[in-house]
């Protein structure tokens, strides 16, 4: 058909047919020089992703391509990164014009939610010249692995926290030391300034010259981060799981408490007692640590506080700081592991850390305007209080909590730490 519509455009329109002919021929010749131009050099251009060594989960990581361009022209670049399957990015695309023999770098970001190893596959750059009748592609950085690990960017962030003075900044309240515990350190000279009361009457006869004992607070006290790892942690809040924001909030605690003179450890349980970190204060304790944050992963099993407290009172012999994270949703689900929280806390100083249902309290705030959403606001505000109960029948017993959202999880966790160092209680 088309040859004959072709053959009757040629019969009723000559000049109209060789018209177009000659636009098509000029188009065909245009296009291979194009593709002449694109395809004359073996490398036209260079690129290269910069990925960091390992992700910091729930943050935003950096990513870079650098690209150089080798033609004497100047051209359109449109990348296509093949970033891993978790993030779920299918229409990944960075367009730019390049000069002639340039090179530019491009920053992009990256926010993983999960723990494990994510892969790249290829980066894909299709070059077009000005005419932009014809592409070309070049790929380069093939099969690319960067490790997720827990998240160590807000390490920096809460340790200059924990050193200065500035506490009030991210909401990380300043207070004033209440009582103190001293050690002594050394008998030293008198200066201007050292408390009188401190005078060594026996050193000064001896040296026949005022000296001063000088002390320090006491330090080393071993302080356990215990991550519940059962299916009650396993609830999602903005695309991270309870799990992770307490695996991501006990690496900065484990910070803090060393930067703080403090010993730092950890363990998991749920069925049974794992990734025990022994408390301690060594320079290599924080890779200890990371690494065992590294590969925790929730069983989905109801946790064994038995278990917990009979492996807490077999192993540790030190009084220590617990901060236990986990999650209650109702007084009956406390109830069941009250003895065993009653028992821990009769010889450790026990900090239960659990969640607000952040989505509960947007049912109770909006306004209801049918009968399902008043039932709804009702049963979300007997959760709601049900929360706060769980609070005060902990404190009836002398066992700490923290009520807190999985966002404000890490600042008010260093509160608590702080306000106990302040009153002398670690």
């Not at 809460?158 to 990380?172: F, R, V």
């Not at 006491?218 to 059962?230: A, H, L, T």
């Not at 909030?249 to 990734?275: C, P, R």
Request: hydrophobic content about 40%; overall charge positive.
């Amino acid at each position: 058909m088309a040859v004959i519509f072709c053959f009757i455009i040629s019969f009723l329109f000559p000049r109209l047919f060789f018209a177009s002919k000659l636009i098509f021929l000029i188009f065909c010749t245009v296009t291979l020089l194009d593709i002449l131009i694109l395809y004359m050099t073996k490398t036209g251009i260079y690129a290269k992703r910069r990925t960091p060594e390992k992700f910091s989960n729930g943050d935003e990581n950096e990513m870079y391509i650098q690209v150089e361009n080798y033609y004497t022209f100047p051209i359109y670049i449109d990348i296509i990164d093949e970033i891993p399957e978790q993030f779920q990015v299918r229409d990944f695309s960075i367009e730019k014009k390049m000069k002639a023999s340039s090179s530019l770098e491009l920053k992009y970001m990256l926010r993983p939610t999960e723990r494990g190893e994510y892969t790249f596959g290829k980066l894909n750059i299709f070059v077009k010249s000005v005419l932009g009748l014809a592409s070309r592609r070049f790929y380069f950085d093939n099969q690319a692995m960067v490790p997720t690990y827990p998240a160590f960017m807000q390490l920096k962030k809460y340790e200059l926290l924990a050193i200065s003075n500035h506490l009030t900044m991210y909401g990380i309240k300043k207070i004033r030391r209440i009582g103190h515990t001293m050690e002594f350190e050394q008998i030293k000279e008198y200066v201007q300034g050292d408390d009188l009361r401190t005078i060594n009457w026996k050193a000064t006869a001896k040296q026949n010259q005022l000296m001063v004992n000088q002390y320090q607070d006491e330090k080393s006290q071993p302080v356990y981060s215990v991550i519940d790892k059962g299916r009650v942690m396993k609830m999602p809040f903005n695309e991270l799981s309870l799990l992770d924001y307490a695996i991501n909030a006990t690496l900065v605690m484990s910070n803090v408490i060393l930067k703080k003179q403090d010993k730092a450890g950890m363990f998991t349980f749920s069925k049974k007692v794992e990734n025990i970190v022994v408390a301690e204060k060594r320079s290599s304790q924080m890779s200890m640590i990371l690494e065992s944050l590294y590969n925790i992963s929730t069983d989905f099993y109801e946790s064994d506080y038995g278990r917990l407290y009979a492996d807490i009172k077999r192993n540790l012999k030190h009084r220590s700081l617990i901060l236990l994270y986990t999650n209650f949703e109702t007084m009956d689900a406390l109830n069941r592991q009250l003895p065993y929280l009653k028992g821990i806390a009769k010889n450790h100083l026990l900090v239960v850390i659990f969640f607000k249902n952040t989505e509960l309290n947007d049912l109770i705030e909006n306004e209801a305007t049918t009968i399902q959403e008043a039932y709804d606001k009702v049963i979300a505000e007997k959760f709601s209080f049900e929360k706060r109960l769980i609070v005060n029948e902990l404190k009836k017993y002398g066992i700490y909590s923290i009520l807190t959202t999985p966002e404000n999880l890490t600042i008010d966790a260093i509160n608590k730490y702080l306000e106990m160092k302040a009153r002398g209680m670690v």
